[in-house]
């Protein structure tokens, strides 16, 4: 009933915008995971928090600034930069004597920063929830297929590819990018012809963080900023990477359409039981593909 | 002799410490993290009359003290501090707790250690339903008599095709059955197009509204509760759902939910409370709105007034039992009508439930706040929100 109730081709069309809005953060979050596991092996649980803060950053700096348009955009810069900046004093502290280690050791250290970050939110904002307004000229909707469509996830639809492009280019045609790509492949080589991988390594850790820190900006506008917001999205990214292939940021934007599409279709097609969709969409790609759609660098 | 002396002495003293003795008031409540927002309303406007109270020489001579315990919304640990609240303190009576399982759970402790307990501010309708007992009073609307008081005012609306959308767990599903079933049995051609059901702090509100509007229905029945609401409400902003679809959302009007948004908050929605302190326009709401708000420095929210009948029911009941005794105290507040800033209170005999009226009303710009109130206000009085004596029988299978 609600299946025929619901589905016309222009409420089909809107509800894939939607999704795509969403996947745009999804990606945003999953492609830094993806590039750290990728390049360091590192399995870091802690990119949901840094994501956390990255929120809790950019709801401050706005509302330090007044509350207006310059904050935001301001804050949309500041907040992603403030997470490198975090995580990289956390690299070059600590991991960075940790490479050699187990995967276990690695995936129960970040599990460990996971709970001292979280702390660190408790401390410096409290327990209580934020809720920060996106700027005016973002607010409010404008009509697509003859339904309402928010101005602030058009931005986030434009974004999408900005951020997939800057990424294509970052791995294929920079330097950085492409000894980070043959390192991830083979990192004794990389290291026996010259090249400091421990600095590679670094950058590329700074980028997927600054990334987390970047989704939590871009998504602060649009939902509570709370604890525990740390917890839904690394659950949702790394079934992303899983699904897309590990370490392979083209597998993790294939899997955020994925989920993100899965998510919204399937609210529009049976609103009772959403929830379930992305998850059965996972479920059946791993069966018909254990490794992941892409080919993973593991 | 000497020993006479000493004994003599030592019932002088229990004497003496008979007399002084205060009436005691655990509150057991979550007064960290976001419920604080709630329960500290509750708290400050049960201080507000125990404090005009003991200014006055207390209950029959007798002060009343409180004391508050901080529950962290914890169920184990609000029920340990429930028990050394009464073991330790020795108080005369429990109070609290947003928190439902923590509530149910101290209902069962009242009816055993035999203390009366008030619940404030926990909605679960089994507090006075089916875990009600001699012990329990339930000082709030629940959410049948949410249901039952949307039902009532959506009745008298136009709308034929009805959405549900709401959290998918307890409240949700109580609020969301609660309206639809009364409005099907006051109105029995609505007609419901379908369902939504989204996670407890589900991050993206926007692929459920506009799959909602795709669907074009009258008006939307939103059963989403707590923290929750905010989010909701900033996405129905967004997506101008308030302007295509009425919806009604229980605590859509409520201070606490309107005031953190501010100007940003959609116009056009449904929603019921139990207190507004801009309505009614009474002398007496005047006076309690005064009164809080320079004690605090802020306006009572619906939790204040929870709060403060709450401590006026036990002042009250107290005299009229005419002796500080807990058996007395409960057959004095069956059936006893106390006056208070949204008028006359009855505490129903049968099931310990105060009768509150709800007040229906649709969110609206004024140029009086800096944040939306609720206008066009209907009254739904307290009779007609209660769930039947029979049901409530039938709950506790009696």
């Known amino acids: ?298 | 002799m000497k020993k006479v002396v000493l004994i003599a002495g030592m019932l002088a003293l229990i004497c003496s410490s008979a007399w002084a003795k205060a009436i005691k008031v655990g509150i057991v409540d979550c007064y960290s993290g976001p419920a604080s927002t709630y329960t500290n309303d509750v708290r400050d406007g049960f201080k507000l009359y125990v404090d005009q109270v003991n200014g006055a020489g207390g209950v029959l001579g007798t002060p009343i003290e409180f004391t508050t315990r901080d529950s962290k919304f914890k169920v184990d640990l609000g029920l340990r501090e429930a028990k050394e609240l009464i073991m330790r303190e020795g108080v005369d009576i429990l109070m609290g707790t947003i928190n439902s399982a923590l509530a149910l759970a101290l209902a069962d402790l009242s009816a055993k250690e035999k203390i009366p307990f008030f619940s404030t501010f926990s909605k679960s309708a089994k507090i006075t339903g089916e875990k009600g007992n001699r012990y329990v009073f339930g000082m709030n609307e629940n959410t049948t008599m949410a249901g039952k008081a949307a039902a009532v005012g959506l009745a008298q609306k136009p709308y034929v095709k009805y959405w549900i959308a709401g959290d998918d767990y307890e409240y949700g599903h109580a609020i969301a059955e609660g309206v639809w079933d009364n409005l099907k049995k006051l109105k029995p051609e609505v007609e419901l197009l379908g369902q939504s059901w989204w996670k407890v702090g589900e991050p993206d509100f926007t692929p459920y509204i506009t799959a909602m509007l795709a669907a074009k229905p009258d008006a939307v029945i939103i059963a989403t509760g707590g923290r929750d609401c905010v989010p909701f409400l900033k996405a129905a902003q967004a997506t101008g759902f308030n302007q295509k679809v009425p919806f009604f959302m229980h605590t859509a009007t409520e201070l606490s939910t309107l005031m953190p948004l501010g100007q940003e908050a959609p116009e056009n929605v449904i929603g019921t409370s139990n207190y507004f302190f801009y309505y009614p326009e009474t002398a007496e709401n005047k006076s309690f709105v005064e009164s809080f708000q320079s004690a605090y420095g802020r306006p009572p929210k619906v939790g204040a007034m929870y709060g403060y009948v709450t401590a006026k029911f036990i002042v009250e009941g107290y005299k009229k039992a005419g002796k500080v005794d807990t058996e007395k105290l409960i057959d004095a507040l069956e059936d006893m009508t106390v006056d208070s800033p949204v008028g006359p209170l009855t505490m129903r005999g049968g099931d310990h439930q105060v009768m509150f009226p709800m007040f229906m009303g649709i969110t609206q710009k004024v140029p009086e706040y800096d944040f939306l109130k609720a206008s066009d206000i209907v009254t739904i009085p307290g009779d007609q929100v209660m769930p039947s004596m029979d049901e409530i029988k039938a709950a506790r299978g009696q």
């Open chain 1, 1 to 298: 009933m609600d299946f025929a109730a619901n589905l016309t081709l222009s409420a089909l069309g809107q509800q894939i915008l939607v999704g795509l809005s969403r996947t745009t953060i999804l990606f945003i979050v999953a492609s830094g995971l993806s590039l750290v596991l990728g390049v360091l092996r590192i399995p870091n649980l802690a990119h949901g928090s840094l994501y956390m803060i990255g929120a809790f950053v950019t709801y401050s700096v706005a509302m330090a600034l007044g509350g207006g348009a310059f904050g935001f955009w301001l804050a949309l810069i500041v907040a992603p930069v403030l997470v490198a900046a975090v995580s990289f004093a956390v690299e070059r502290g600590i991991f960075r004597h940790l490479y050699d280690r187990e995967h276990l050791m690695l995936l129960l250290f970040t599990f460990s920063l996971t709970l001292v970050f979280n702390d660190m939110v408790k401390l410096i904002w409290g327990a209580d929830y934020r809720s920060l307004s996106p700027p005016e000229v973002l607010k409010g909707f404008v009509t697509i297929f003859g339904l309402p469509f928010p101005r602030y996830n058009l931005f986030l639809l434009m974004l999408g590819p900005v951020v997939a492009l800057g990424l294509w280019w970052l791995t294929n045609r920079t330097k950085i990018g492409k000894i980070a790509r043959a390192a991830a492949v083979d990192r004794e080589m990389v290291g026996a012809v010259g090249i400091n991988v421990s600095r590679v390594f670094s950058s590329v850790f700074v980028i997927g963080c600054f990334l987390a820190g970047l989704g939590g900006a871009l998504v602060a506008p649009t939902q509570n900023i709370t604890q525990g917001m740390d917890h839904a999205i690394i659950i949702e990214t790394f079934l992303i990477i899983i699904v897309g292939g590990l370490g392979n940021i083209w597998g993790a934007l294939l899997g955020a359409l994925i989920f993100g599409l899965t998510d919204s279709v399937g609210i529009l097609i049976c609103p009772q039981f959403a929830i379930v969709f992305p998850y059965a969409a996972v479920v059946t790609v791993l069966l018909v593909r254990p490794k992941g759609l892409l080919k993973s660098t593991w």
